[in-house]
């Protein structure tokens, strides 16, 4: 939690900052709520295997504080169904366990993009995710374990097509979960049991809101 509150702070920062290279005068801005910089969008996933199955989307909604910034909420969910495949030694064969997991991941989080250039962008997300992990067991009671973890994202991120504010584009961003929260869903588990940070691949789009032609850039 310190970590993000941290994170919060230099955002803040950030914000002061780039927002008084603003090509309009700050005085004449301060204070102005614009729906035209509204937005929203977010990014899906989709994975269909053999033996897994991963559904998962994450909407967003936020706004374009100026060209170099923009914040907003996000919501994440995210299904996982398996059933793990093993190798018999003796036999030479492989079988598919006729148990299943499960595992649920959904909760709220804020975000935060600086831009230093029109295409490229630094991320900074907090999210506070409840996850349910399930396992069925053919031969056995069900056993489900209910827990919550809070993530804080880091990286860095590409935005193809981004002009300035109120534009449509595709971004794809890199992300790593610095929180050290082992029960995070983005972080693997080391020998030792502590929280390993992994690579976190996005993809989606930012669709602008109330962009009639009267504000167009």
Known sequence: MKKVLIVLVLMCGFYSAFAQDENEP???????????NLFTGGSATLSIGSYSTVLGASPVFGYSINKWIDAGIVFNFTYASSRDVYYDPYTGRYYVSDDKARQTVFGPGVFARFYPLKFLFINVQAEQNFITNKTIYANGPTVKDNYSATSLLLGIGYAGGRQGV??????????????????????????????????????????PLFQGRKYRR
Do not use: H, W
Not at 27 to 35: L, S, V
């Open 166 to 207: 109120g534009d449509l584009y595709y971004y794809i961003s890199l992300m790593g979960d610095f929180s050290g929260n082992k029960n995070s869903p983005y972080v693997g588990i080391s020998e030792s049991g502590k929280a390993v940070i992994t690579p976190i691949f996005k993809a989606g789009l930012q669709v």
């Open 26 to 36: 700050y005085e004449e801005t301060k204070g102005r709520f614009k729906k035209e």
